[in-house]
């Protein structure tokens, strides 16, 4: 058996119809110097004027590593995989204007965050929410397809339940 879990990948070997669940759901981080003492997530604040963008704060440290995350946003359909410098002026405006991470901000007179990189994401989006399953009744070129991709933002957490499914799903296939 071939497990798909290829996310947004999965478009360019489903068909027309499964291809056109698929959209990506963009996130964007910063990643900071030093790891802040606690994490945080906020979203309840205006949005911006585009439509299509959905936007929150959060800092998530990242144990062992010397670093925490910054971010973000998520925006539904945006395939750009380009950094938006606006939008890390944005997230670093509201990290500061509600003193999140204050532990991290230099000390040096700049008070600023030590930015040691940005990062854009992809998130798979399925329209219809996550698909694992079997592909069809029949073998694909003498193999069989389970599929196990469109978690959204929650692959990571759906990832247990989701790979037991799967593993449930392999083992029915000796019965057929």
Sequence with gaps: ALINCT???????VGDEEAGKLYPIRGQIIIVKGEATMDRTFDDFPQSSSV???????????????TTILGGCKQRGNWDAKV???????????????????????????RD??????KVGLRPGRKGGPRVEIEGRDRVGGVWVVHSYGHAGAGYQ???????????????????
Excluded: Q
């Design 7 to 13: 996310g947004l990948g999965a478009r360019h070997f």
């Design 52 to 66: 299509e963008e959905d936007e929150l704060t959060y800092v998530i440290p990242r144990p062992g590593s010397g």
């Design 84 to 110: 938006d410098e606006e939008l890390n002026g944005r997230i670093i405006e509201r990290i500061k204007k509600w003193g999140l991470a204050e532990e991290l901000r230099r000390t040096d007179g700049d």
């Design 113 to 118: 965050f030590e930015i040691v990189s940005s």
């Design 158 to 176: 759906n990832s247990g339940g989701c790979s037991e499914k799967v593993a449930k799903l392999v083992g029915e296939l000796v019965v057929l």
